[in-house]
């Protein structure tokens, strides 16, 4: 089995379960809800594309590392639904904070709706979220649905502090290397280390081999991350669906910028001068090559994705899943394919 | 003893749980996030009125429902801060849909601080009280603490369906009062609800009592939010520390205006003129005097008190308990004092 048989085989029916768990909590008089929550999550009558979906990826990792970990994935079906409905909370959020008109090659639910149903829309799916991981009750026992749930909140917390990190990123000159991976760490690697170890305790595992999970998730969440940024300077629209020049127009302090800006050399002076233009993106892109950001971009996320996959070779238990997880694992840090 | 004697003996243990749980959980590179919401919780140095500080009222509530049922106020310290956290996050995230900036006489943090960062505290309050109401479960059973945070999570899906009803009336012409109820339910007696239910969880009454416990919760909610209706328009602004012109100049729908467009009479016809100034609020508050929305306001409030009342006849257990929150419901209706 290969990444894409088990995607195959295990997205319908996550995909069954997420819809089914966002639209039965809806009554029948929120019918506005009902459609912005269908326009996010891709469930518009006649689509068909997985692509305006997402690509679900961190239920699949949920699914991954509970088989790895000798579980089995329809056993883990709720809490991977819960991260992924906590990752669409923060999306539409972000989408906000950001002043991101777009999501995943559509509008964002601010941009049609306005801000205040699409703040609300974001706190329904938190609160939602925190349903499902409580309601793993069912299906396991009160005390492993209070560690979920215990580990969900602190996930929480870890993404709004780093999201409080992010958005004073914004308007702050000096940002060093080391508070940047501080930042992801919150906003991007806790979720990612969150599902890792959701999965491990749902295999029950002992509580060494869920820690050990959980650091793979960081250090793979951080890779992760790093590649976003480095896709949101060099990538490639039509693959990621965002804008390929956002976040050098966007003026994001992304981790080829803030390594750029320590050099002090032609980058860092253009930046000083105020906002790039759309026009200059592909010089200014070009800039940063030569002055050694996209290697060290790079380097960086192959670095934290091989320590991710050096704590994977200690937790295998299932080598068939083993293999599949780490094709997914790199698929995080190769996202044009 | 009184409700000004229990509030006395509760309020500062409270307070500095509350100060405990918010503060301790935020990291030392989170300094402005700190700042906000000792801003938003009235802790700034310095700051002795309890008035900027919100009166608390809800974990009041659970603390009076928990002794009035048997129970010990202190047992129920967790569930009680977990509330007030999330109607605190619930107001941050309101401030900002309604675009009102003021909160209790001083800035709302969105017109402090930026939206982006209010979206974000609001979502770290959020995470916060699903943490503290999960932790119950040092203090108590882990079948407590999952049905504590069943029921908090239940409430946030309640009070975000209501949000989305409160948010949709602004761009809708006709409001029933029956819709207004809906609405109503889910923004403010869900969680008054929760409150009661949730004291009465922790004293070990049995389901059915916390079920009625709920109720009295509900008909108290909706009986708070009509009375809020009420001073929105009528209510003195140096005892409710917000505008009072606020509601009618906003163009809300609250209740006595919902009440008179239905009588399609002056006020009707002015109302479909657009925007009320400043300077109209004394003569159009007036004119719904006049047609009778006062009055009619007042009844529904009262009524829903009594209903309240009647339902906490058959629940007292400990009788000076239930004579304090006969005091505590009543003031829930009349807040100038």
């Not at 009558?45 to 509970?66: A, E, H, Y």
């Not at 309601?135 to 993404?159: F, G, P, V, Y």
């Not at 000096?174 to 806790?190: C, D, H, L, N, P």
């Not at 390594?259 to 253009?270: I, M, Q, T, V």
């Amino acid at each position: 089995m290969n990444l894409c048989d088990f995607i195959n085989t295990t997205r319908p029916e996550l995909e069954d379960k997420l819809k089914e768990l966002v639209l039965n909590s809806l009554t029948k008089d929120l019918p506005e809800l009902n459609d912005m929550l269908c326009h996010h999550f891709g469930w518009e009558k006649g689509v068909i594309s997985p692509g305006i979906q997402g690509k679900r990826m961190r239920p699949m990792l949920v699914f991954l590392c509970t088989e790895t970990a000798g579980g089995c994935w329809r056993d883990v079906m709720l809490p991977a639904t819960a991260v992924e409905i906590l990752h669409n909370f923060s999306l539409i959020h972000d989408d906000i904070q950001d002043n991101s008109p777009t999501r995943r090659g559509k509008p964002a639910i601010w941009a049609k709706w306005g801000v205040p149903q699409a703040i609300n829309a974001g706190d329904f799916l938190f609160a939602l979220a925190n349903k499902v991981i409580i309601d793993t009750n069912h299906k396991t026992s009160s005390q492993i649905a209070l560690k979920n749930a215990q580990l969900l909140n602190e996930t929480c917390l870890s993404l709004t502090r780093g999201q409080y990190l992010d958005i004073s990123f914004e308007t702050s000159n000096q940002i060093s290397i080391e508070s940047y991976f501080e930042m992801i760490k919150g906003k991007t690697a806790a979720l990612i280390a969150c599902c890792a170890e959701l999965g491990a305790i749902a295999a029950g595992t002992l509580i060494d081999q869920q820690k050990l999970f959980h650091r793979f998730g960081n250090s793979l969440g951080l890779a992760f991350q790093v590649w976003d940024d480095w896709l949101g300077i060099w990538g490639n629209y039509e693959h990621t669906g965002k804008s390929v020049e956002s976040d050098l127009v966007a003026g994001k302090k992304v981790l080829p910028v803030i390594y750029a800006l320590e050099k002090k050399g032609d980058f860092a002076r253009r930046w000083s001068k105020g906002p790039i233009s759309h026009g200059e993106v592909p010089e200014i892109a070009e800039m940063l090559v030569k002055e050694g950001a996209q290697k060290y971009t790079e380097k960086r996320a192959l670095n934290l994705l091989d320590e991710a996959l050096l704590i994977l070779d200690q937790l295998v238990v299932n080598q068939d899943a083993g293999r599949v997880l780490k094709e997914l694992a790199r698929s995080f840090v190769n996202r044009e394919n």
